[in-house]
């Protein structure tokens, strides 16, 4: 892995050039490679304000890395969005959560009768989307985790990574977005089943009723803020998915933080 400790001298002394008082500067792990030139990539901090150096200590004009700079930035944004959803969607107990679930509508049915046969049926359904896209979504995450273990290990990434990551990333969000508009679609399924079992005369009815209530605060129904958060992510990233690099949305807001000249 890339650190302070072993820059080149030539290009420490390049960063140590363009770096303003107080400033200090963190290296990007992994050099960009493209086109046989090797590029090191630093962000100073507090400005956020990046500067790209070649192998030789040579200091490009922005004009002539514009690409280079969306792919640097484009792999780090996707990196740190992975970390991000390891956090969240990966870390949530979600298959185990909805495997009891399933197992409660069934016993349901069974106490129910053949009344509530097609809701049970639905969100039977909706069950197995669920943990089929999450089965996806953590395949993803691992993957991305593998691709930045071995990216810091070589010390180097390439366009071709970028498009990896960039790809895992469609195929994790595409897949939370198939979650949450099934469970959106299954919402008035879920309500009707509490409505089934509070009605329900059974002295066992209640202890069901009980629970189905407790699991549906667990699904997302249209107001849940990850609905929005989500229809971001897919107008941005998934409906970009075959975008070209250089006239992706961030594209701009990348080449606006350049310090290169």
């Given at each position: ?22 400033e ?27 500067l ?63 009344s ?44 071709k ?8 990333l469609?195929?994790?969000?595409e ?18 089943l ?33 609905v ?12 970009n ?21």
């Amino acid at each position: 892995m890339i650190t302070h400790d072993n820059l080149p001298d030539v290009v420490q002394k390049s960063v140590e050039q363009y770096k303003k008082k107080n400033e200090v500067y963190d290296v990007f792990p992994a050099k960009i490679i493209i086109n046989d030139i090797s590029y090191y990539y630093f962000m100073y901090l507090p400005s956020n304000e990046q500067l790209f150096v070649q192998e030789n200590g040579v200091v490009p004009r922005k004009i002539d890395i514009e690409k280079i700079i969306i792919i640097a930035n484009d792999i780090n944004s996707t990196i740190e969005k992975f970390s991000v959803m390891e956090k969240t969607w990966g870390k949530q107990p979600l298959e185990k959560r909805i495997y009891s679930y399933k197992r409660l509508i069934n016993k349901a049915k069974n106490i129910l009768g053949k009344s509530d046969k097609k809701t049970i049926d639905f969100l039977n359904s909706m069950i197995d989307i669920i943990v089929r896209e999450q089965r996806n979504i953590m395949r993803c995450i691992s993957d991305a985790k593998e691709m930045t273990r071995k990216m810091r290990k070589n010390e180097y990434v390439t366009i071709k990574d970028q498009k990896r990551y960039r790809d895992m990333l469609v195929s994790a969000i595409e897949s939370a977005i198939k979650q949450n508009n099934e469970q959106i679609a299954r919402a008035n399924q879920r309500k009707e089943l509490i409505k089934l079992a509070r009605e329900c005369k059974k002295v066992t009815c209640f202890i069901v009723y009980l629970r189905l209530k407790r699991f549906n605060k667990y699904f997302i129904e249209p107001d849940h803020p990850d609905v929005e958060f989500l229809r971001e992510l897919e107008k941005n990233i998934v409906k970009n998915k075959d975008t070209p690099i250089e006239k992706l949305p961030d594209a701009k807001v990348y080449l606006r933080r350049i310090r290169n000249p």
